[in-house]
């Protein structure tokens, strides 16, 4: 492309960010663009405040979660631990070691009495979710379990792992329902509709996939430029929200029923720090998408018109998890990198109308 060209084409991009840069490197000219955002979100708006756990863990706090009575809050680690919080005072009151290598990720039902887990030694524990006692080990997958997720009538677990497998497991049994094969490289994500009739997983083969509650596959959704890492779906089920890995820093709104691409924000993220984005969530009352990034950023998307509304910048390191309170005015945050701290942020300034 000549540079004339690529001027042209810059220019008609301009009113989509808040300011253009040429930059002459090693004979090459280079744009920078720097994403525009909302009057809301440029404000320099007073930050939430928080409280925190420094030192939460000897490693990166891959998840956070809270118990559905929101008296208890778990976390798990690159450190092989899961720990469970006092969420009124952030004491520890319990480490559970029965996993040998990271906890990638931990759920609890719906009915609040048993959580699972899952780890990089390929197993899943089903724990007592008021002892924190174990009950059963789930295992099959031949690689990290990424993350699992309760059905919403809490009768099937689904997880999905680094061995490229989606699977669904018989809760009360223990018994392994379905492995399905169709992702043709790691699947870092799952998540149920609310109806319980479908779910989504995420892979690193740059799709998204749709399956009902048996395990068929029902259709596969592209338009991702690099490596998924999370997606999420929206309270009343209508959209699906996900998010990329090394290389674009992307985040798309999908329609949850008919697959098709709503909204696609390249460069979501992106600094020095990098630009993958290893959360994202919907707020439980649907007022915002969130996601969470290496570029120790988070971002409170609005899910109606896709426009950025609101940043907590500078964390202090990498976001690896993010959770929400039921009322959506405490989110916990994960971090990594070199800073094993779990935030509680008060957002209500922002969530709440």
């Given at each position: 492309?000549?540079?004339?060209?690529?001027?042209?084409?810059?220019?008609?991009?301009?009113?989509?960010?808040?300011?253009?840069?040429?930059?002459?490197?090693?004979?090459?000219?280079?744009?920078?663009?720097?994403?525009?955002?909302?009057?809301?979100?440029?404000?320099?708006?007073?930050?939430?405040?928080?409280?925190?756990?420094?030192?939460?863990?000897?490693?990166s706090v891959l998840?956070?979660?809270f118990s559905r009575?929101?008296?208890?809050?778990?976390?798990?680690?690159?450190?092989?631990?899961?720990?469970?919080?006092?969420?009124?005072?952030?004491?520890?009151?319990?480490?559970?070691?029965?996993?040998?290598?990271?906890?990638?990720?931990?759920?609890?039902?719906?009915?609040?009495?048993?959580?699972?887990?899952?780890?990089?030694?390929?197993?899943?524990?089903?724990?007592?979710?008021?002892?924190?006692?174990?009950?059963?080990?789930?295992?099959?997958?031949?690689?990290?379990?990424?993350?699992?997720?309760?059905?919403?009538?809490?009768?099937?677990?689904?997880?999905?792992?680094?061995?490229?497998?989606?699977?669904?497991?018989?809760?009360?049994?223990?018994?392994?329902?379905?492995?399905?094969?169709?992702?043709?490289?790691?699947?870092?994500?799952?998540?149920?509709?609310?109806?319980?009739?479908?779910?989504?997983?995420?892979?690193?083969?740059?799709?998204?996939?749709?399956?009902?509650?048996?395990?068929?596959?029902?259709?596969?959704?592209?338009g991702h430029k690099?490596?998924?890492?999370?997606?999420?779906?929206?309270?009343?089920?209508?959209?699906?929200?996900?998010?990329?890995?090394?290389?674009?820093?992307?985040?798309?709104?999908?329609?949850?029923?008919?697959?098709?691409?709503?909204?696609?924000?390249?460069?979501?993220?992106?600094?020095?720090?990098?630009?993958?984005?290893?959360?994202?969530?919907?707020?439980?009352?649907?007022?915002?998408?969130?996601?969470?990034?290496?570029?120790?950023?988070?971002?409170?998307?609005?899910?109606?018109?896709?426009?950025?509304?609101?940043?907590?910048?500078?964390?202090?390191?990498?976001?690896?998890?993010?959770?929400?309170?039921?009322?959506?005015?405490?989110?916990?945050?994960?971090?990594?990198?070199?800073?094993?701290?779990?935030?509680?942020?008060?957002?209500?300034?922002?969530?709440?109308?």
């Open positions: 492309m000549r540079v004339n060209d690529a001027i042209q084409e810059v220019n008609t991009m301009s009113r989509s960010f808040r300011s253009i840069r040429w930059i002459r490197r090693a004979g090459k000219l280079i744009v920078s663009l720097v994403l525009a955002i909302s009057p809301a979100a440029q404000a320099q708006e007073p930050l939430p405040a928080f409280r925190h756990i420094q030192k939460a863990h000897d490693g998840c956070v979660e009575d929101e008296k208890t809050l778990v976390s798990s680690s690159r450190d092989s631990t899961i720990k469970i919080w006092d969420l009124a005072s952030l004491e520890l009151n319990k480490t559970l070691r029965n996993h040998t290598r990271d906890v990638y990720s931990v759920a609890f039902n719906h009915a609040g009495n048993l959580m699972a887990s899952g780890s990089t030694d390929t197993r899943i524990i089903l724990w007592d979710a008021t002892t924190f006692q174990p009950i059963r080990v789930l295992e099959g997958h031949t690689a990290a379990v990424r993350e699992v997720e309760f059905s919403p009538d809490d009768k099937t677990l689904a997880s999905v792992g680094e061995d490229s497998t989606f699977r669904l497991w018989d809760v009360q049994t223990g018994k392994l329902k379905v492995t399905r094969t169709e992702h043709t490289k790691k699947v870092k994500s799952v998540a149920w509709y609310p109806d319980g009739k479908t779910l989504v997983t995420a892979s690193h083969d740059l799709t998204l996939r749709l399956w009902d509650a048996s395990g068929e596959p029902k259709q596969v959704l592209t690099d490596v998924l890492e999370t997606v999420d779906i929206s309270p009343d089920g209508k959209l699906l929200f996900s998010g990329t890995g090394t290389d674009w820093g992307q985040v798309i709104f999908w329609d949850a029923l008919s697959g098709k691409l709503l909204h696609d924000e390249p460069y979501a993220h992106g600094n020095d720090y990098g630009k993958e984005i290893d959360a994202v969530m919907f707020t439980p009352n649907g007022k915002y998408a969130v996601s969470g990034s290496k570029d120790r950023t988070i971002k409170f998307w609005d899910p109606k018109t896709y426009e950025l509304r609101h940043v907590i910048p500078n964390n202090p390191g990498r976001i690896e998890s993010m959770t929400f309170s039921a009322d959506s005015r405490t989110m916990a945050i994960g971090y990594g990198g070199t800073d094993y701290t779990i935030k509680l942020w008060d957002v209500s300034q922002w969530t709440q109308d």
